[in-house]
C-alpha cells in the first residue's frame, strides 16, 4: 500500500524550475531516500510534498488522496461573517454622513446621558430608509468582495502545512530548528501540540481535563525522548546538547505528532561516523515501531545502508528510481556526482 505518492510535481520561481515533472511512490513500511548534487532540488521537494510550497504542476497524495481542507460547515460560515463584515463596513462607508448625523447628532443632548436604545432604534430605521442603490448594492458588493477575498484565503491554505501536519505527515529540517531555552522533553510536548484537545476554558480555570492530559502527554514526551536515547537528559535545555543528540530531539519532536510518514531533511549533517551508525539503528527503529521514513542524505553510508529504495535528483529532474544495488552501478549517478570523463 502507498503512503506517499508525487505526480508530476513540478515547483517554479519565476523563471526558474527547481523541481521538474517528479514521480515517485512511496510503500508503507518503507525508508526511502531522496539523493542528488547540491541544488538538486531535494529540499524543494520536501517542502511542495509538506505544503510549504504549493506545487505548479503536479499534486501529491496521502493514503490515496490529496490532503486538503473540505469544505465543511465551519469554513460556510467563516464565509457568511466575512460577507456580513465587509458589507455592513462597505455599507456604513458609503452612507458614513448620514448615519451619523441621524444616530449620533440627532441624539445627543448635552448635559445628558446619550440614549443608546433610541441610538440603535435611530441606525436601523435610518439603514432601511436608505434607497435600494445606497443600501441593498453596497451590502451585497462588500460582502461580495469580502466572500471571495475569504475564498481565495482558504484556497491557498487548504495545503497549508498544519493540515498537512495533523493529517500525519511529519519532518525535520536542514537547520536545525530547536527552541534551544525550552528543556527537551518541552520541545517534543511542543511537537505534539495539535494532537491535545483541552480547551482554552479548561485550561484557564485548570479543569480535571487540563491535568489529566499534561499527564499524560508528559509521560508519551518521556518515552518518545527514551525512544531516541535522550530519555536522561530530558528536564536538560535543548540548547546545551551536543549536535548529534540535538538531531535525535528533532526526530523525537517530529514523532509527537504520531505521523503515518516521517520526512527527514539531512539527519546525519555535521554527526561523526560513530553517530551516524547510532543514527542509522534510530531511522530503522522508527521504521520498526510503524512509521514510514523518506529521507535526504548525502552521507551514502547511511543511504545505502538502510534505504529500501533511492530516488536521485539531479538539476530538479528525476534520473534514477532503485533499490540501492541498482543505484550504486547506475552510470548517471556516477556522472551526476563525479562527472563525466569527456567533461573532466
Known sequence: MSVLRADGVTVKFGGLVAVQDVHFTVK???????????????????????????PTEGHVEFNGREIVE??????????????FAVGIFTLVGLNVETIWTAVIIDNYKYDQ???????????????WSLPLVKN???????????????AVSWSRGRRAPDHIARSGVARTFQNIRLFNELSLIQNVLVGMDYRMKTGFMSA?????????ERREFHESAKKLLDFVGLGDRAEQAAGSLPYGFRRRLEIARALGGKPTIILLDEPAAGMNPSEV???????????DAGTTV?????????????????LVLQYGKQIAEGIPEEIRVNPKIIEAYLGSEDHG
Open 28 to 54: 508503507q513500511g518503507e525508508i526511502y531516500a531522496v539523493i542528488g548534487p547540491n541544488g538538486a532540488g531535494k529540499t524543494t521537494l520536501f517542502n511542495a510534498v509538506t505544503g510549504i510550497y504549493a
Open 70 to 83: 473540505p469544505l465543511t460547515g465551519w469554513v460556510i460560515f467563516k464565509f457568511a461573517c466575512a460577507f
Open 113 to 127: 446621558p446619550f440614549p443608546w436604545s433610541v441610538a440603535a432604534t435611530s441606525w436601523y430605521s435610518t439603514i
Open 136 to 150: 441593498l448594492l453596497p451590502l451585497l458588493i462588500g460582502g461580495g468582495i469580502g466572500v471571495g477575498a475569504a
Open 204 to 212: 484557564l480555570f485548570r479543569l480535571p481535563r487540563f491535568y489529566r
Open 277 to 287: 551508525v547510532g543514527l542509522m539503528a534510530l531511522i530503522r527503529r522508527v521504521r
Open 294 to 310: 523518506v529521507l535526504i542524505e548525502h552521507h551514502m553510508r547511511l543511504v545505502m545502508g538502510v534505504s529500501d529504495r533511492i
